[in-house]
């Protein structure tokens, strides 16, 4: 029922840029803590950026200044726009949804989109 799905992640040069989307489905974005997270070879998955349902971002220290994590509301969907790419930052990256409401947790995690980075 709810579904997060990547797209726009490839392969590019350093220096590069891309912009991942995560259109999301079953959900309203803008009521979750929407965020991306990305997994390398042999490395534990780590945030990368969150948006908050009030619009505040967070970033990882890896990534401030050259990533920006935005929400269109209207198409339900979150982008990761990603400049000045670096070979460290290949990973798989994940969409990711949460919120806390009554005492419960909600949690969703899209199927992730491939980021290589390298000459």
């Known amino acids: 029922q709810v579904q997060l799905v990547e797209s726009g992640g490839g392969l590019v040069q350093p220096g590069g840029s891309l912009r991942l989307s995560c259109a999301a489905s079953?959900?309203?974005?803008?009521?979750?803590?929407m965020g991306w997270y990305r997994q390398a070879p042999g490395k534990q998955r780590e945030m990368v950026a969150r948006?908050?349902?009030?619009?505040?971002?967070i970033y990882a220290d890896s990534v401030k200044g050259r990533f920006t994590i935005s929400r269109e509301n209207v198409n339900n969907t979150v982008f990761l726009q990603m400049n000045s790419l670096k070979p460290e930052d290949t990973a798989v990256y994940y969409c990711?949804?949460?919120?806390?409401?009554?005492?419960?947790?909600?949690?969703?995690w899209g199927q992730g989109t491939q980021v290589t980075v390298s000459s």
């Open positions: 948006i908050t349902q009030d619009g505040s971002t």
């Open positions: 990711n949804s949460n919120r806390r409401l009554f005492g419960g947790l909600y949690n969703y």
């Open positions: 079953g959900i309203i974005a803008s009521n979750y803590v």
